[in-house]
């Protein structure tokens, strides 16, 4: 009995799949055409270098690799800001929910793996049934004894698989992988921001601190030349005038030293949202922000970026999941065959239930079908999914342009703010010069008290723009170390991208 079930099954199928292969052919014409958004390949070229001010004081001549391949830690030698980063790295609100994104990701592959291997399940049955006694069925129990409330028993096992000729489930789970490939360096594009902005927000918190400690001397030192001119006024060498316009430039400072405190406290907090925690001060020696910069960064050569940024491997990524998405919506035309076979125990008598080869029950079936009419929703979703590939290569080529204007504009940045901190760093010096000067010429009586006043207050502004220049000149260091695609790397083996790839 069982071999000719499997020869009346094998036969069956042979038959269905010759029909398959008609069938394959009339839909392999019968897929829409795309000549109205037809595909095209992406375009990876990249220059092949960063232009003429690829090379400027502050960065080293392109290397074969870059910068951006080193780990943050080797980047960033202040220690306080190594424990800033790490304890973001750990306890970051924003990272962690996309961690629970990769594990989401991770998952969809599974369930799409499961979709092209065979499922199979085991039931129990139970139930009774009463046919109208006016019927054939009825008539039929009637005269052959059969019980009015028959019984039904039974157990077994089914399982049924699609079988994927077109590889329509294979590709499905491909483009799941690739775009849990594309969550991982979404996460990792996200540490590489994280790290930037907490060292960003760390240089200016330092800076910050330099401004108001010199504010804060320069207060001293304006405080110092008002109780002069009062006691100039009192000798009659100087008018109420220059004692209130004094007294003005010190009160204008003390206020402005309020707004610096405001700054450092919106920052210091920050900071702390980011590393995940309440309010709280933030650890620092602010005396290191006069230290030389770090070395210069290898800028390497721009075709770099695709293997160093995380952005980049996403929307490559992306692209290959929606590459296959269209494989698995054109796959939706052709036909699809699957295969069914259930084998079990069934008897009206649960007594008899076990009892073989007469309560033994099997069935197996092939079955074959295609969309043949109404097959609008199919189209739309095949002409979706091209846009869809579509739109991703733009996306890929935007992420490269922007990318590689990225690292062009800060290599210009970087060399052009070293020029201006140079000039600046004179300016303050020439000022502090000047401040003995009108300080002895107005107490010679060869000065008025406005060009005290003026070169102070210039001297002051100088100081303050030299240290904002030189927290532009961090920033910009670590902007180029973040468009290099440096960050997200680490040395200890738990970093999942590094894990999964170079």
Same mark, same amino acid.
């Given at each position: 009995?069982?071999?000719?079930?499997?020869?009346?099954?094998?036969?069956?199928?042979?038959?269905?799949?010759?029909?398959?292969?008609?069938?394959?052919?009339?839909?392999?014409?019968?897929?829409?055409?795309?000549?109205?958004?037809?595909?095209?390949?992406?375009?990876?070229?990249?220059?092949?270098?960063?232009?003429?001010?690829?090379?400027?004081?502050?960065?080293?001549?392109?290397?074969? #690799?870059?910068?951006?391949?080193? #780990?943050? @830690?080797?980047?960033?030698?202040?220690?306080?800001?190594?424990?800033?980063?790490?304890?973001?790295?750990?306890?970051?609100?924003?990272?962690?929910?996309?961690?629970?994104?990769?594990?989401?990701?991770?998952?969809?592959?599974?369930?799409?793996?499961? #979709?092209?291997?065979?499922?199979?399940?085991?039931?129990?049955?139970?139930?009774?049934?009463?046919?109208?006694?006016?019927?054939?069925?009825?008539?039929?129990?009637?005269?052959?004894?059969?019980?009015?409330?028959?019984?039904?028993?039974?157990?077994?096992?089914?399982?049924?698989?699609?079988?994927?000729?077109?590889?329509?489930?294979?590709?499905?789970?491909?483009?799941?992988?690739?775009?849990?490939?594309?969550?991982?360096?979404?996460?990792?594009?996200?540490?590489?921001?994280?790290?930037?902005?907490?060292?960003?927000?760390?240089?200016?918190?330092?800076?910050?601190?330099?401004?108001?400690?010199?504010?804060?001397?320069?207060?001293?030192?304006?405080?110092?030349?008002?109780?002069?001119?009062?006691?100039?006024?009192?000798?009659?060498?100087?008018?109420?005038?220059?004692?209130?316009?004094?007294?003005?430039?010190?009160?204008?400072?003390?206020?402005?030293?309020?707004?610096?405190?405001?700054? @450092?406290?919106?920052?210091?907090?920050?900071?702390?949202?980011?590393?995940?925690?309440?309010?709280?001060?933030?650890?620092?020696?602010?005396?290191? =922000?006069?230290?030389?910069?770090?070395?210069?960064?290898?800028?390497?050569?721009?075709?770099?970026?695709?293997?160093?940024?995380?952005?980049?491997?996403?929307?490559?990524?992306?692209?290959?999941?929606?590459?296959?998405?269209?494989?698995?919506?054109?796959?939706?035309?052709?036909?699809?065959?699957?295969?069914?076979?259930?084998?079990?125990?069934?008897? =009206?008598?649960?007594?008899?239930?076990?009892?073989?080869?007469?309560?033994?029950?099997?069935?197996?079936?092939?079955?074959?079908?295609?969309?043949?009419?109404?097959?609008?929703?199919?189209?739309?979703?095949?002409?979706?999914?091209?846009?869809?590939?579509?739109?991703?290569?733009?996306?890929?080529?935007?992420?490269?342009?922007?990318?590689?204007?990225?690292?062009?504009?800060?290599?210009?940045?970087?060399?052009?703010?070293?020029?201006?901190?140079?000039?600046?760093?004179?300016?303050?010096?020439?000022?502090?010069?000047?401040?003995?000067?009108?300080?002895?010429?107005?107490?010679?009586?060869?000065?008025?008290?406005?060009?005290?006043?003026?070169?102070?207050?210039?001297?002051?502004?100088?100081?303050?723009?030299?240290?904002?220049?030189?927290?532009?000149?961090?920033?910009?260091?670590?902007?180029?170390?973040?468009?290099?695609?440096?960050?997200?790397?680490?040395?200890?083996?738990?970093?999942?991208?590094?894990?999964?790839?170079?």
């Amino acid at each position: 009995m069982l071999s000719r079930l499997v020869h009346w099954t094998t036969t069956r199928v042979l038959t269905r799949v010759g029909a398959l292969l008609c069938a394959s052919c009339f839909a392999l014409g019968c897929v829409p055409s795309l000549e109205k958004n037809p595909p095209r390949e992406v375009v990876r070229d990249l220059p092949s270098s960063y232009g003429p001010s690829a090379t400027p004081a502050g960065t080293s001549p392109p290397q074969t #690799e870059s910068s951006g391949r080193d #780990e943050w @830690r080797t980047v960033f030698v202040d220690p306080d800001l190594h424990v800033l980063i790490e304890t973001a790295l750990a306890n970051n609100q924003e990272l962690n929910i996309q961690l629970q994104d990769l594990i989401i990701a991770k998952n969809e592959i599974r369930w799409r793996r499961g #979709e092209y291997f065979p499922k199979v399940e085991a039931g129990i049955d139970a139930g009774i049934e009463k046919v109208g006694e006016y019927t054939s069925q009825g008539v039929s129990d009637e005269r052959h004894d059969v019980d009015e409330h028959l019984q039904d028993y039974a157990f077994g096992l089914m399982a049924s698989w699609e079988v994927d000729v077109w590889k329509r489930l294979r590709n499905a789970t491909e483009a799941a992988s690739h775009r849990y490939l594309s969550s991982i360096e979404g996460r990792n594009f996200m540490v590489t921001q994280l790290t930037a902005e907490i060292a960003n927000s760390y240089y200016e918190l330092l800076a910050l601190d330099n401004q108001i400690e010199v504010l804060r001397r320069n207060i001293d030192i304006q405080q110092d030349a008002l109780q002069v001119v009062k006691y100039q006024q009192e000798a009659a060498q100087v008018t109420r005038l220059a004692v209130q316009r004094f007294e003005a430039e010190v009160l204008k400072n003390q206020s402005r030293q309020f707004e610096l405190e405001q700054k @450092r406290i919106e920052t210091e907090n920050r900071i702390n949202f980011l590393v995940g925690r309440f309010p709280q001060p933030v650890a620092r020696r602010p005396q290191k =922000f006069a230290e030389p910069l770090p070395a210069a960064f290898r800028t390497g050569i721009p075709p770099e970026l695709l293997d160093n940024r995380p952005d980049l491997r996403q929307a490559e990524e992306e692209l290959a999941a929606a590459e296959l998405d269209v494989q698995v919506a054109k796959a939706e035309f052709y036909p699809r065959l699957s295969i069914a076979a259930g084998v079990g125990f069934e008897a =009206f008598d649960v007594k008899r239930l076990v009892m073989a080869p007469e309560s033994l029950a099997y069935n197996a079936a092939a079955n074959l079908a295609m969309p043949i009419i109404n097959r609008e929703a199919i189209k739309a979703e095949y002409l979706s999914a091209n846009a869809e590939q579509i739109r991703a290569i733009l996306n890929y080529e935007r992420a490269m342009l922007r990318a590689f204007t990225e690292v062009a504009n800060l290599v210009a940045t970087i060399d052009n703010l070293e020029k201006s901190y140079d000039l600046q760093a004179r300016q303050v010096r020439v000022l502090e010069d000047s401040i003995d000067v009108s300080s002895i010429l107005f107490q010679s009586a060869r000065a008025d008290y406005m060009e005290v006043l003026l070169t102070r207050r210039d001297a002051l502004d100088a100081e303050m723009e030299l240290i904002e220049t030189r927290r532009r000149q961090l920033g910009a260091m670590v902007d180029m170390y973040q468009a290099l695609g440096g960050g997200w790397r680490r040395q200890s083996a738990g970093a999942p991208r590094e894990a999964g790839r170079g």
